[in-house]
C-alpha cells in the first residue's frame, strides 16, 4: 500500500511539474520568447509526455521562428494525434504553403474520401474493441434465439445476430484498414535541398530536386537510400539522413 501512495504521489508530482513547464512555456510563447518556448516544450516531450496539444505549440513556436521542415513535422505529430482538429489542420496548411515544392495531391474519390472519415472515427484499438463488443453480443443474441421459445423473438434476435454479424465484420474490415494505414511510415524532408535519383545510388538519373519541409511516403529502404513517393504519386530515391520519420 505505501508503494503504491509513492507511486502515486509521484505520478502526480510529475503531471503537476508538466502542467507548470507547458504553461510558462506557453507564456514565453505569448511574450516572444520562442526559444524558451521550445526548451519548455521539449522538456516535457523527453519527460515521457506527448500530446496534440504539445505538438501544436511546437509547430507553431517553429513557425515563427521560420523553420519549416520542424514546424510541418510537429503539426503533422498533431493531426496524427487528433486528426479533424480544425486548428491544426488550418495551421499545417499555413505551414505547408511556405514550402518550395508545391506538389498537388493525387485526387480523391468522394468514395475514398467517406472510407478515411469512418476509419478516423476510431484508432486501430478502437476498431478492435469494436469488433470483440459486435462479437459478444452476437453471441447473445444468438443464445437468446437459441433458447427462447416464443417465436416473435426468436425472429427479432434472429434479425438481430444478422446485423450485429455484419457490424462484425466491418469493424473486422475497418481495424484492419487503420493497421495498414498505421503501417504506413511517412517522413518530412529537412535538409535545404536534396536530389532525387531512380535508382539508390548517385549515377542513376537524377530526376528532380526537394526541398525542406517537403511530405513524403516512405515505400523501401535499402541500406541509407529510401524509396520515396510524393504526394502526386512520383516515386524516387533519396537518402535516409535527409529524412526524419514522422510515426
Not at 101 to 107: C, M, R, S, V
Request: glycine residues 4%; negative net charge.
Amino acid at each position: 500500500m505505501k508503494i503504491f501512495l509513492v507511486i502515486l504521489s509521484i505520478l502526480l508530482l510529475s503531471n503537476q511539474q508538466v502542467d507548470e513547464i507547458f504553461i510558462q512555456s506557453n507564456n514565453h510563447y505569448t511574450n516572444g520568447n520562442y526559444e524558451a518556448a521550445l526548451d519548455g516544450y521539449f522538456e516535457i516531450i523527453n519527460s515521457g509526455f506527448e500530446s496534440s496539444e504539445l505538438y501544436f505549440n511546437l509547430g507553431n513556436t517553429f513557425y515563427k521562428l521560420n523553420n519549416i521542415p520542424e514546424s510541418n513535422f510537429y503539426f503533422k505529430k498533431a493531426l496524427a494525434i487528433s486528426p479533424n482538429d480544425f486548428d491544426v489542420i488550418t495551421n499545417l496548411s499555413f505551414a505547408q504553403n511556405l514550402r518550395i515544392d508545391k506538389i498537388e495531391n493525387l485526387p480523391v474519390t468522394q468514395i475514398q474520401n467517406f472510407k478515411i472519415s469512418i476509419l478516423d472515427l476510431l484508432s486501430e484499438k478502437g476498431w478492435a474493441y469494436s469488433f470483440m463488443i459486435s462479437v459478444w453480443l452476437l453471441c447473445i443474441s444468438f443464445l437468446l434465439y437459441f433458447f427462447l421459445k416464443n417465436s416473435k423473438s426468436k425472429r427479432i434476435f434472429f434479425t438481430l445476430s444478422i446485423f450485429i454479424t455484419l457490424i462484425s465484420f466491418v469493424s473486422l474490415y475497418l481495424n484492419y484498414e487503420k493497421k495498414a494505414q498505421n503501417n504506413i511510415k511517412y517522413a518530412i524532408v529537412f535538409d535545404k535541398e536534396i536530389e532525387v535519383w531512380s535508382e539508390p545510388n548517385k549515377i542513376s538519373e537524377l530526376k528532380f530536386l526537394l526541398h525542406e519541409g517537403t511530405k513524403v511516403k516512405q515505400i523501401d529502404i535499402i541500406e541509407d537510400w529510401v524509396n520515396i513517393q510524393l504526394e502526386n504519386g512520383t516515386l524516387g530515391w533519396i537518402e535516409a539522413s535527409s529524412l526524419r520519420v514522422l510515426n
